[in-house]
């Protein structure tokens, strides 16, 4: 049974940056595409970023300010979110998905228990 739990949120200044990590246990995840998601009070969980292989996609709104990368070796998933803005608070969570790299949340089959970003302003 796999598990991953997130860490690295926290109370950030707009402009700032905050290093997500995303580690993976009870498996080997090498083989799986990981995601980042996020969901701010009161909306819908959204996708933010993906990693499968060597390939990475990112949500239009943060493309240019976040780096998702993995260190298969060390079972962990990072987001280096850069120039962060007000409308990035949310709780940002990590999963993984059996079917490589992928936007949709039902794709995702482990997820972790999310962790606060908050940016302010």
């Known amino acids: 049974q796999g598990q991953l739990v997130e860490s690295g949120g926290g109370l950030v200044q707009a402009g700032g940056s905050l290093r997500l990590s995303c580690a993976a246990s009870?498996?080997?995840?090498?083989?799986?595409?990981m995601g980042w998601f996020r969901q701010a009070p009161g909306k819908e969980r959204e996708f933010v970023a993906a990693?499968?292989?060597?390939?990475?996609t990112y949500t239009d709104s943060v493309k240019g300010r976040f780096t998702i990368s993995r260190d298969n070796a060390k079972n962990t998933v990072f987001l280096q979110m850069n120039s962060l803005k007000p409308e990035d608070t949310a709780v940002y969570y990590c999963?993984?998905?059996?079917?490589?790299?992928?936007?949709?949340?039902?794709?995702?089959?482990?997820w972790g228990q999310g962790t606060q970003v908050t940016v302010s302003s």
């Open positions: 990693i499968s292989g060597g390939t990475t």
């Open positions: 009870g498996r080997t995840f090498s083989n799986y595409g």
């Open positions: 999963a993984a998905s059996r079917l490589g790299l992928a936007l949709r949340k039902d794709a995702y089959v482990y």
